[in-house]
């Protein structure tokens, strides 16, 4: 939404189980990113009901929530936090994306219309723009993940101011 992390800022005295946990949260979460962390553009709902992003990246990951809500509890404690809450601010940026866009396409078809084509073009050029992110290839796995999502959250809030301010137009 999306996890660009390596092992290099990991805690080195680790023991085999955590560092199998580790990887396991690692490979998880570079995943997140290639299976769609993203909500899907044409089937946007409205946000009105509770929504609690770390229960959907425990959904997306296959995590138990309580070790997706431990990586979210502290972002900067290693790659795998900063990765997941990359995802989770993804998740959020795109639901509430989702959610205004829906209010300007309550007005009329016409404007639903215009406003899924949009947003169909800018979601692609979005994703284009962020794999991209990494362009010297000096990232890679988590930290790339990581970036890409930090790219698309940035991306997507910006496409939400637009479409708060000018609605279809």
Excluded: Y
Excluded at 89 to 96: G, K, Q
Aim: proline share 2%; charged share 20%; aromatic share 4%.
């Amino acid at each position: 939404m999306t996890a660009h992390h390596r092992f290099a800022g990991l805690h080195s005295g680790w023991s085999a189980r955590g560092s199998l946990t580790t990887l396991r949260h690692i490979l998880v979460v570079a995943g997140l990113l290639s299976c769609g962390v993203a909500l899907a553009f044409s089937g946007r709902t409205a946000a009105a009901e509770f929504f609690d992003p770390a229960v959907e990246l425990a959904r997306q990951s296959g995590l138990p929530l309580s070790e997706v809500s431990a990586l979210l509890a502290n972002c900067g404690a290693n790659q795998a936090s900063r990765s997941f809450c990359a995802q989770r601010d993804l998740i959020v940026a795109e639901r509430e994306l989702h959610r205004i866009a829906d209010q300007w396409e309550a007005t009329s078809p016409a404007c639903s219309r215009a406003l899924d084509r949009r947003l169909k073009q800018w979601q692609e050029s979005r994703d284009r723009v962020c794999k991209k992110t990494d362009a010297d290839g000096s990232a890679n796995g988590l930290m790339h993940s990581t970036a890409q999502a930090i790219c698309e959250t940035s991306m997507t809030q910006s496409m939400t101011e637009r479409i708060r301010e000018r609605g279809c137009r």
